[in-house]
Every structure is written in C-alpha cells, then in structure tokens.
C-alpha cells in the first residue's frame, strides 16, 4: 500500500476534515473593532462638550496651528456628568471624605420681622373711628397732681396701639396707657389700632375747686324717647354756668337741664368761680 495512499478511505472525506480557523479570528477581530468604534461614539456623544470646554480651558481658548484654529469660543456645559479621574470639586460634595456638604439653607434662620408700629392719629381723626376695643376701666378719677393710673386693653384686640389724650395739660398718656394728672379738668384718653377705638374718660379733681362741690352724677345714659335729666351741683355758693361740649347730641339749658338729641356722647360742663364739674352723657342709637 502506497504510503500517499490514506489507511482508512474515509479520511479523504471533506466532511470529516477539521475546520480551518483563519476566518473565525478575522470575523472575532471585526466585531471587536465594531465594538470599539462605537464606544468611541458613544463617549464621544455623551463626553465630547465636556472634553473639548477642558481642552479650551487648559489651553486658554487656543488650540495649535495643525488644527487650523487658533481660538475657539468658550460655552457653558450643562447637564454633564464629570469625566472618570475629573478631579474637579462636585457641588455639595466633600471632595477629601466624599460626604455630602449640607445644604446651607438648612442653617438659615430668616430675621424675624420688625413689629408693627403704632398708627398715629390726631384727637379728632381717632375720635371718627367706630368703637371696638374693649377696655379695663371707661371712668376713673384721679385726685392729686402726678397721680397715675394705667387701662388697659381686654379683648381679642391685639395691637399695636396708639394712645391719645384730648387734652395733654390736662391729663398726659404715654403708650401704654398710663394716664397721669397734670392739672384739673377732664378729658376724654382714646386709644385705637388704626380700625377701631376705646374711650375712657379721665377726671383730674386737683387745684382750684371746691372739695365739698357735687354733681347729683357725673355719667348718665339716656335715649331720646326717656327725655330730658336734671343735674345739680351741690355744695357751692354762686351762680352756676351749664354747657353743652357737644350740643348736637345734648343740650344743657342754664338750670341744668339735659335734653338728649341723638346718638352720641356728650359732655355737661357746670362752672362756677373758682371751679368746675363734668359730667358725660350718652345717648345709644
């Protein structure tokens, strides 16, 4: 048997022969080269604005001559991510722990907001208001020069407010609603919110009037259908003059008559030499 000859015939059969690998690694090396190109693609489409904005600021702007620009215009990058090794500080990252730096509007405490000031109104501006506020007391008297006496606000009104005495030689406030007797009278102390109003009225019985002088009262209320309400003064000897400081709402004829007119607050003066009395009158609607 010649030694060409193949010892077994089937060993000449193509489809038994091994395959031949030559192929095999070109088509490995395509796809592999496939696969590399289109990573640079990928890098490059999610990468390339932020690798050209480092190449721009690492070269201050200026590319070399073999690229035929000599400058290029900066832009912002937005939205990007950092690039593998950027070295860069991450907002709100600590760049040696890698912790989250807190946010500084955590810390922020806002000022507090300046309280209001008081409105400022005069005597008569303040009186037009409509009542509303409550207060402690809306009579009292005070009998010695610098004597005091504070009201105070009850209610649900809180403020600020404004007080005001109708005649500060007479009895001055301060603005908490210390009233204090300067020299004799009365006077009527409001105070107000800038809406809404409280009177009270002061009476300052000092210096030149008689200790022993009396006013059958010194408030009243009355409508007009009860009509008309005598006042007499009591303990002085002389003639006794009788006003009206609101003659509109109550009138006082000169024996000391009040005739309610309308709706209203009023005040009856009786004078006399060396003195005189007050007395309020209201008259609801």
């Given at each position: 048997?010649?030694?060409?000859?193949?010892?077994?015939?089937?060993?000449?059969?193509?489809?038994?022969?091994?395959?031949?690998?030559?192929?095999?690694?070109?088509?490995?090396?395509?796809?592999?080269?496939?696969?590399?190109?289109?990573?640079?693609?990928?890098?490059?489409?999610?990468?390339?604005?932020?690798?050209?904005?480092?190449?721009?600021q690492f070269t201050d702007g200026k590319i070399g001559a073999e690229t035929g620009v000599t400058s290029l215009p900066r832009r912002e990058v937005e939205d990007t991510e950092p690039l593998p090794g950027d070295t860069d500080e991450l907002p709100g990252v600590d760049t040696e722990s890698g912790d989250a730096i807190p946010d500084e509007d955590e810390f922020f405490e806002p000022e507090p907001e300046p309280e209001p000031e008081p409105v400022v109104l005069d005597y008569a501006a303040a009186r037009a208001l409509p009542d509303g506020i409550e207060l402690s007391t809306h009579d009292f008297t005070l009998r010695t020069l610098g004597e005091s006496a504070t009201v105070r606000v009850k209610g649900g009104s809180t403020g600020p407010f404004?007080?005001?005495?109708?005649?500060?030689?007479?009895?001055?406030?301060?603005?908490?609603?210390?009233?204090?007797?300067?020299?004799?009278?009365?006077?009527?102390?409001?105070?107000?919110?800038?809406?809404?109003?409280?009177?009270?009225?002061?009476?300052?019985?000092?210096?030149?009037?008689?200790?022993?002088?009396?006013?059958?009262?010194?408030?009243?209320?009355?409508?007009?259908?009860?009509?008309?309400?005598q006042l007499k003064v009591s303990g002085v000897d002389g003639p006794i003059a009788w006003t009206s400081e609101n003659p509109s709402v109550a009138s006082v004829d000169e024996n000391g008559l009040v005739i309610p007119l309308s709706k209203g607050q009023a005040r009856i003066r009786a004078s006399w030499d060396g003195g005189y009395l007050i007395c309020v009158v209201r008259v609801p609607g």
């Open positions: 048997m010649d030694e060409n000859t193949p010892r077994y015939p089937e060993d000449n059969d193509p489809r038994r022969q091994p395959p031949k690998r030559g192929g095999s690694a070109l088509i490995t090396l395509l796809l592999v080269l496939i696969i590399l190109l289109l990573s640079a693609i990928l890098i490059y489409l999610r990468y390339g604005d932020v690798m050209m904005n480092r190449l721009y404004t007080w005001i005495s109708e005649n500060p030689s007479v009895a001055s406030v301060d603005e908490n609603g210390k009233i204090t007797a300067v020299s004799h009278g009365t006077v009527n102390v409001i105070v107000t919110d800038g809406v809404r109003k409280g009177l009270c009225v002061a009476r300052m019985i000092t210096g030149a009037t008689s200790t022993t002088a009396k006013l059958n009262t010194t408030d009243f209320t009355r409508t007009v259908e009860e009509g008309e309400y």
